[in-house]
């Protein structure tokens, strides 16, 4: 992949992840979209392989 282009991605999806753990967006998430931004932020936070992730 271009290294712009990931850049720009991973930007995109930082932005993304502030936005939705703000406290007035928190508000407004039900417990089962919550623990989705959660567990999409924790991923990722790991490091993936050829065979799948792995934790840091």
Do not use: H
């Not at 508000?27 to 924790?42: D, P």
């Amino acid at each position: 992949m271009n290294p712009i282009l990931l850049k720009q991605r991973v930007s995109k999806w930082i932005d993304a992840c502030q936005y939705l753990k703000s406290a007035e967006i928190k508000e407004q998430l039900s417990a089962q979209e919550w623990t989705a931004v959660e567990e999409l932020s924790n991923l990722w936070n790991k490091n993936f392989t050829a065979n799948g992730v792995k934790d840091l």
